[in-house]
């Protein structure tokens, strides 16, 4: 009877350990479900930018708008316009330093995502990543000049 005593509390010890090592292994499974979606989002907000730059105004503020799903009312990220470097690109690939006066040069627009942070939220665990550089590349197009009348914002 002694002996039984003795091991009272040991499958209570036991099980608080089985048991944080599978909620942290749940919540681990969870946050690389949630990067995924994370970094999907990056790409398809580069490709929306991108896509939005070659048919607007150099430099239009619906570009970021776009990238950052401002049309959206459930914002998926914390994106902002410190994330988003939009370029424009001659026929060799280099950067254009004054768009605005090159517009004949411009052969392409590039959008990048940079410096994008996400924090992840494992409990008793506090880690963040920094997400890797997002580009995407597409010829222009009209860049908002129609070919007649007037420039009109996107």
Same mark, same amino acid.
């Given at each position: 009877?002694?002996?039984? !005593? ?5 499958? $209570? ?8 090592? +599978? ?23 580069? !490709? &929306? =930018?991108? !896509?939005? +730059? ?7 503020? =619906?570009?970021? &708008?776009?990238? $950052? ?22 026929? +060799? ?23 994008? $942070? ?16 997002? =580009?995407? $590349? ?9 070919? *007649?009348?007037?420039? *009109?914002?996107?």
């Amino acid at each position: 009877m002694t002996h039984l !005593r003795r091991q009272r509390g040991t499958t $209570t010890v036991e099980f608080a350990i089985v048991g944080l090592v +599978a909620v942290l292994l749940l919540f681990g499974v969870i946050e690389i479900a949630r990067a995924m979606f994370t970094l999907n989002t990056l790409t398809e907000a580069t !490709r &929306r =930018a991108v !896509r939005v +730059a070659v048919v607007c105004p150099i430099n239009d503020p =619906a570009i970021i &708008r776009a990238a $950052t799903f401002g049309d959206w009312t459930g914002q998926p990220l914390d994106l902002d316009a410190s994330n988003f470097s939009v370029e424009y690109l001659n026929a +060799a690939g280099n950067v254009i330093g004054n768009p605005a006066g090159s517009f004949i040069q411009i052969r392409y627009v590039r959008v990048r995502i940079t410096n994008y $942070t996400d924090a992840l939220i494992i409990p008793m665990l506090n880690l963040s990543y920094t997400a890797p550089e997002f =580009a995407a $590349t597409l010829p222009r197009e009209s860049l908002g000049i129609p070919r *007649q009348g007037a420039i *009109q914002p996107c």
